[in-house]
C-alpha cells in the first residue's frame, strides 16, 4: 500500500513539474515575472501562422483610389472599348480581422459612357458614325455602395509577415447601384476583384485594384438582349493604417505556484528517502532470513504415589492438555518420556525398574489414550535420584516429558 501511495505521489509531482516546464520546450522567446510565490512566463510562438486576436479598433484602414472603368452594355459592338472607358472613383474604409480575413464598404462611382438606340436614355447628342442617325453616344453619373470580404492569399498561404513588401487578396463582395440622371435605374450588384497591396512604410499602402461587376441589364436605361451589363475596372491608389496596426505572436501565459512546487519536491524527497530506507530493509531481510521458529509444547511432570507406577486421574487429566499441545505444535518435534524414582527409597535395582515402569505408564497413556503419534516420542529412565525440585522427595517420584 505505501508502495502504491508513493508511486502516485510521484505521478502527481511530475505532472505538476511537467505543466510548469512544457511552454518554454513549446516556444522560442519568454519572458518571466516573479511575483512572491508565483512566477508568470509568457511565452511568444514563433508559428507564423498564428497571432493574437486584436481588438475591435484595432487594423481599421481608409482607402482612396481612382482609375479607368469600361462598361459592357447593349451596344458594344456599335462603339469602340476607348469610346466606353471613363474615370471612377473608389473610397473604402475597412478592418482586417486576422492577417488573412477582412471587410471594406466602398463607395465607387463617377460616370459611365455606352451608347443609346435613337437617343432615349441618357444621350450626350453625338451621333455615333456608321449607324445612321438612330445611334447615339450615352454618359451618365452614377453610384455604387458595396461590401467586400477580402481574403489575404499571402498571409493565407505563406502566413502572417509584418514586414512583407507586397500582399495579394481576392475578394467578393455586393451592393447597390442607381444612376443620378433620368431615366433613374438600381439595383443589386455583384464584384468580385484582385487586390495588390504594396508596403510603403508602418502606415500607408499602395495598391492596384483590378476588379469585375456586374449589374441589372436595365441600368444604363435600355433592356437588351442579355440580362445583366457588366463593368471591368482598374483602380491605383493609397491606403492608410490606423493605430493600432498589425498583430503580435501568439502568446501563452503560464502561471506557476514556485512555493507549492518547492513543497512538492520536498515531499517527494521525503518519499524518495523512505523508499530507499524500505527497498534496504528488503534487501537486507533476503539477505539473512530469519530462521523458522518451530512450535513444541511445554514440558510436562506428572507426579506418582510412592513404590507406585499407575497414573492418577489428575495425571491422566494433565497428560490429556500436554496430547493437545503436541498435536498443535511442530510435527516433526520428538518429545522425551524419562521417569525417575526417589533414591532414598528402595534398591537401586527397584528405582531402575519403577523408574521405567512410570515413562511407559506416561507413553501408553499418550499413545493409546489420546493419539499421540509413536514417532514423536522416545522412552528415557534415570532410575533413582536425588532431590530434584525443592529439596522435596516427592517431587522425584516423577516423570518428565520434554521437546529435544
Request: with cysteine.
Amino acid at each position: 500500500m505505501l508502495k502504491n501511495n508513493f508511486k502516485l505521489l510521484k505521478k502527481t509531482i511530475f505532472a505538476a513539474l511537467a505543466l510548469a516546464a512544457a511552454g518554454p520546450a513549446l516556444a522560442q522567446s519568454e519572458q518571466t515575472i516573479q511575483n512572491g510565490d508565483f512566477t508568470e512566463t509568457v511565452e511568444y510562438s514563433n508559428d507564423k501562422y498564428k497571432v493574437e486576436t486584436n481588438h475591435f479598433w484595432d487594423n481599421w484602414f481608409l482607402s482612396v483610389g481612382a482609375g479607368p472603368q469600361v462598361m459592357f452594355g447593349d451596344h458594344d459592338k456599335q462603339i469602340g472599348l476607348g469610346k466606353r472607358i471613363s474615370p471612377a472613383l473608389d473610397i473604402a474604409v475597412g478592418k482586417w480581422f486576422t492577417p488573412g480575413i477582412g471587410v471594406r464598404l466602398m463607395y465607387n462611382g463617377l460616370s459611365l459612357k455606352g451608347a443609346t438606340r435613337w437617343g432615349e436614355a441618357h444621350s450626350t447628342g453625338e451621333q455615333v458614325p456608321g449607324w445612321g442617325s438612330g445611334m447615339y453616344y450615352s454618359k451618365f453619373k452614377y453610384y455604387n455602395l458595396r461590401a467586400d470580404v477580402l481574403f489575404n492569399l499571402s498571409n493565407l498561404f505563406c502566413g502572417y509577415k509584418e514586414n512583407r513588401i507586397w500582399n495579394s487578396s481576392f475578394y467578393g463582395g455586393v451592393g447597390y447601384m442607381r444612376t443620378w440622371e433620368a431615366p433613374t435605374a438600381g439595383d443589386v450588384t455583384m464584384s468580385a476583384g484582385w487586390l495588390n497591396s504594396f508596403r510603403l512604410c508602418d502606415a500607408f499602402d499602395a495598391f492596384i485594384d483590378l476588379r469585375a461587376s456586374m449589374v441589372d441589364d436595365a441600368i444604363d436605361g435600355e433592356i437588351g438582349g442579355a440580362k445583366f451589363d457588366g463593368l471591368l475596372s482598374a483602380s491605383v491608389g493609397l491606403t492608410y493604417k490606423f493605430k493600432r496596426r498589425g498583430w503580435d505572436k501568439s502568446k501563452t501565459v503560464v502561471r506557476t505556484n514556485v512555493g507549492e512546487i518547492n513543497a512538492l519536491r520536498d515531499q517527494l524527497n521525503r518519499a524518495n528517502d523512505e523508499n530507499a530506507r524500505l527497498r534496504n530493509a528488503i534487501d537486507e531481510s533476503n539477505r539473512n532470513p530469519k530462521q523458522e521458529v518451530k512450535k513444541t509444547a511445554a514440558s510436562n511432570l506428572v507426579i506418582f504415589r510412592i513404590g507406585r507406577a499407575d497414573l492418577s486421574k489428575e495425571a491422566r487429566a494433565n497428560l490429556g492438555l500436554l496430547a493437545e499441545a503436541i498435536k498443535a505444535s511442530d510435527p516433526n518435534a520428538v518429545y522425551t518420556i524419562t521417569g525417575y524414582a526417589d533414591a532414598g527409597t528402595g534398591s537401586k535395582k527397584t528405582n531402575e525398574r519403577l523408574s521405567k515402569k512410570r515413562a511407559e505408564a506416561v507413553y501408553d497413556c499418550l499413545v493409546n489414550e489420546y493419539g499421540v503419534s509413536e514417532s514423536q516420542l522416545k522412552i528415557d529412565y534415570k532410575g533413582g535420584v536425588d532431590n530434584m525440585f525443592y529439596d522435596d522427595p516427592r517431587l522425584s517420584r516423577a516423570v518428565i516429558t520434554r521437546a529435544n
